[in-house]
């Protein structure tokens, strides 16, 4: 019998799963095969980090097998959705730094990922939409995946973010072209581009608007 999952189980069970520990949630997930020591690693790297983490990185982990692996990935996977997604109702942006906090999920992501919020007239957040996943690139990123969602939505105005996995914000020159290329389409449908938002490491960003680059 394992000691440290039945334990684990008995936590989870007796008080729930807000007061049980992370560790003892992740000896929950993997099973009767569950050790300290490793449940003790992968807690250590903290919620935000084991979402991050794919299959095939999470069975790098000494006693980590396929379907381990893929209960932790879906589990925390669904938590790190669920906290994108799931931010308060009528959030306003009044700022680029509130919208740098409602893109703040972004910095733990190991990929780019361009995602759009789409606002009322009294700038609060309607819906906010994965567009594109992967490197950003002005002939592949095209206007009409974010402004077709707008006009669905009758959004008075978007604002799109996406992240550098690298940690360095600075916005490139592909950046700076999808930008005023999404700027000019919101011109002519008349939804306004309110700012680009570029998402870097330890909470820190670069407003396109601020830039001048709208």
């Given at each position: 019998?394992n ?7 008995e936590e989870?069970?007796f ?8 560790q ?8 009767p095969k569950?050790?300290p ?5 992968l ?9 991050t983490?794919?299959?095939?990185e ?11 692996a893929?209960?932790?990935n879906?589990?925390?996977?669904l ?28 910095e ?6 361009l995602?759009?919020?789409?606002l ?16 950003l690139?002005a002939?592949?990123v095209?206007?009409r ?11 008075a105005s978007?604002i799109v ?25 919101g011109k002519?449908?008349g939804?306004?581009l ?5 998402i ?15």
């Open positions: 019998m000691d440290h999952y039945e334990l684990a189980k989870l069970s008080y729930g799963n807000e007061n049980t520990s992370l003892n949630i992740l000896a929950v997930l993997i099973g569950a050790s020591s490793i449940t003790g690693e807690s250590g790297l903290g919620v935000d980090r084991l979402a983490l794919s299959i095939e999470l069975k790098k982990f000494q006693g980590i097998g396929e379907t381990a893929k209960r932790i879906s589990a925390f996977g938590a790190f959705k669920i906290r994108k997604f799931s931010k308060k109702e009528n959030y306003t942006i009044r700022s680029p730094q509130d919208a740098a906090d409602y893109f703040s999920d972004l733990q992501a190991e990929q780019e990922y995602d759009a919020i789409y009322n007239t009294k700038n609060a957040v309607i819906s906010r939409k994965n567009i594109f996943k992967g490197s690139n002939s592949i095209h206007p995946e974010v402004f077709k969602e707008a006009v669905r939505l009758s959004a978007v973010a996406h992240n550098h996995p690298s940690g360095d914000p600075t916005p490139s020159k592909e950046d700076i072209d999808v930008t005023k290329r999404l700027a000019s389409t002519v449908l939804i306004e309110l700012d680009h938002i570029v870097g490491a330890k909470s820190d960003y670069v407003s396109l608007k601020e830039k001048k680059s709208i």
